[in-house]
């Protein structure tokens, strides 16, 4: 399903890469290594936030390395969670589906479904400001699946949580796991992907 | 303590003492004087229409200074501050030279009947000079204030770069990007020394309280600038009061 050759990318000092992996349909990469490794921005030359300086990215056997993120079959959670602080919780999960142009049914039928998925479809109305970090969280995620997307980069997920959050989002990064869906998490602790992980590999600094 | 109560005060007594002179029966045939209420009209449409004409402009490029960097970033700067600096009069002067009928501006302009010396869209034109740094200003402090992520994750959710400044970006910034439209219609509809130069007539409100001031004295021109300085304090509580919100 996505295929990595080769991949660099230097920003100041730092040189990321050469990268090479492959990643199927089903798998649940988990990267760890230390901070700085360059964990985070080898998840957004995958998204296509930062443009790849040398190597390739397949998807399919089609070349997406220089494809805007808009265009790619790609979602991503990332550590802070970036949801948009003047939109509600259901602007925010519907947002993908409206650059889609899905039609006002269509887009609340879909926030039904995930409100009900992932236990938030009593915060649909609220305003993202006033939500606790578990509930965050739940809302990013529902975002980042709202269009189903082929790949599923998430970005530390865990870090910010307490240990209680953190069992509750474990069971939740279980659930999202399926088989049409790569995903790929980055952390730098080995122990919380014991149990979601298929496939481990080690980002060396 | 002392010395800032002594600049409020400096501040403050011209403006209370102009108030305390002007008598009430003054001011009311002032308020029902056609000549004062239509340029106070004119004043505030010219700028208005010229705030709006110029953010068109205006805040894309903030975007661009918010959010790039390019060659020469540092001169676009310098020369959006320039409007601040300068001399308004020469500010005038220049604009005059751009939009005369020797001008190229002002030649294409006047092969469709349209003279622009002398007119509202010259008056417009010497308001917004004068006043659209303040919006780029404030618009770019506003777009550099949200944060990228927000912008990257809309990118990663569908989102093109119109679509984001749009539904992310502009929202955002929307407190900044206001203010910047309130000082800037405020400044502009306050603007003399530029528009006297470009368009005596049809008299803007600050070119009429120096035509009654030069032609007739203090104390005809002064019911005017009162009644003018009520209507730019309200605009400037109203601004308050919302960035307060």
């Known amino acids: ?31 760890f290594g230390p901070s700085g490794s360059g964990k985070s921005l080898f998840l957004e030359l995958i998204s296509g936030i930062r443009t790849v ?17 808009q265009k790619r079959p790609v979602a991503m959670l990332f550590q802070d969670f970036a949801l948009f602080p003047h939109m509600s919780v259901i602007d925010n999960i519907t947002f993908p589906l409206k650059m889609r142009g899905y039609t006002a049914d269509e887009k609340r ?40 997307p082929a790949i599923l980069l998430l970005d530390e997920p865990l870090s910010a949580l307490d240990q209680e959050l953190r069992e509750e989002a474990i069971a ?19 122990d919380e992907i014991q149990e979601l992980a298929t496939r481990t590999q080690y980002f060396k600094s | 303590m002392f010395l800032g109560g002594v600049i409020l005060l400096f501040l403050i007594a011209p403006l209370v003492g102009m108030f305390i002179s002007v008598k009430s029966p003054e001011l009311f045939s002032t308020l029902t004087d056609n000549a004062v209420r239509s340029s106070i009209l004119r004043t505030l449409l010219i700028s208005a229409l010229a705030t709006i004409a110029a953010s068109l402009l205006a805040i894309p490029l903030a975007y661009l200074l918010a959010r790039r960097t390019f060659p020469l970033k540092g001169v676009v700067e310098a020369i959006i501050d320039l ?33 622009l010396v002398g007119s509202p869209i010259a008056i417009g ?22 944060p990228i992520r927000l912008e990257r994750a809309a990118e990663t959710l569908g989102a093109g770069q119109f679509t984001v400044f749009r539904e992310i970006s502009l929202p955002l910034a929307k407190r900044s990007v206001i203010s910047g ?14 528009v006297v130069i470009v368009a005596y007539h049809p008299m803007t409100t600050p070119v009429l309280i120096f035509d009654r001031f030069n032609s007739f004295g203090l104390d005809y021109a002064r019911p005017v600038a009162a ?3 009520v209507i730019t304090l309200l605009i400037f509580v109203i601004l308050r009061i919302y960035q307060k919100r």
Not at chain 1, 172 to 190: D, E, M, P, Q, Y
């Open chain 1, 172 to 190: 939740l990064l279980t659930l999202v796991k399926s088989s049409s869906r790569a995903i790929i998490h980055v952390t730098h602790n080995r």
């Open chain 2, 83 to 115: 409007p601040i600096v300068i001399p308004h009069s020469a500010a005038g002067i220049a604009l005059l030279g751009f939009i005369s009928r020797d001008s190229l501006l002002g030649s294409v302009a006047d092969s469709f009947g349209i003279t």
């Open chain 1, 53 to 69: 300086q040398s190597g390739t990215i397949l998807f399919d056997g089609n070349e997406i390395t220089y494809t805007p993120p």
């Open chain 2, 227 to 229: 009644i003018f300085i």
């Open chain 2, 181 to 194: 439209l309130v000082l800037m219609f405020a400044r502009g509809m306050s603007e003399f020394g530029a």
């Open chain 1, 109 to 148: 039928k879909r926030a039904d479904e995930l409100g009900g998925y992932l236990s938030i479809d009593h915060l649909m109305n609220r305003s993202v400001e006033g939500l606790s970090g578990g509930e965050k969280q739940r809302v990013a995620l529902a975002r980042a699946i709202a269009c189903d």
């Open chain 1, 1 to 31: 399903m996505l295929e990595i050759n080769n991949l660099i990318y230097s920003v100041g000092n730092f040189t990321l890469g050469p990268i090479s992996l492959t990643l199927e349909k089903g798998e649940y990469l988990a990267l």
């Open chain 2, 125 to 146: 034109l010497a308001m917004a000079f004068v006043s659209v740094p303040f919006l780029i200003t404030s618009a770019r402090d506003g777009f550099a204030a949200v």
